[in-house]
């Protein structure tokens, strides 16, 4: 059986994508010891004895200038904040369980529905009070996370 110009590129460029599989040994010749190593082989070779994680060191850096900072300052998700602290009442109004599990799914549920706010605050500021918007917006995504934790509860 012949084989057609299609098969031998269907084939060629198996051979390219896979060149550990076995229609791929099948055709090309096994590397013996004789024969000399590519410089890219013994760069492999060499990858593969260094350590997986060298190069992924994490180098801590300092925001801000030093000399001008005179409180020491938290990086804080406000929106955070204002859904734990209206978590309880959200949890009064509606009847849902109210195991630690639940409480933590429901904060997750309704976080991931509200967009971030960061702010920079310094030690033990508290979170400045949200327009009504905003407060909407929380207590919305609070009785949405509410609803479907309470239809699915995990535990």
């Known amino acids: 059986m012949t084989k057609t ?10 051979k390219k994508l896979m060149p550990s599989s076995p229609k791929a040994s099948r055709n090309t010749k096994e590397v013996t010891e004789e024969e000399p190593r590519s410089a ?18 994490v180098m801590r850096r300092e925001v801000g200038v030093p000399f001008m900072d005179t409180q020491p300052t938290v990086l804080v998700n406000a ?4 859904v734990l602290e209206k978590l309880d009442y959200v949890l009064s109004k509606c009847q849902c369980c109210k195991c630690d599990r639940c409480k ?5 549920k309704a976080l991931n529905k509200l967009p971030p706010k960061y702010m920079v605050l310094a030690e033990g500021q508290p979170t400045p009070d949200i327009d009504h918007q905003t407060n909407a917006q929380v207590l919305s995504a609070m009785i949405q996370a509410v609803l479907v934790v309470r239809a699915k509860p995990r535990h």
């Open 5 to 14: 110009k299609r098969d031998i590129d269907k084939e060629l460029m198996y």
């Open 104 to 108: 933590k799914d429901i904060v997750a």
């Open 40 to 57: 890219y082989a013994e760069a492999v070779a060499a990858a593969a004895d260094e350590p997986l994680n060298q190069h992924r060191t």
């Open 79 to 82: 929106m955070e904040n204002i």
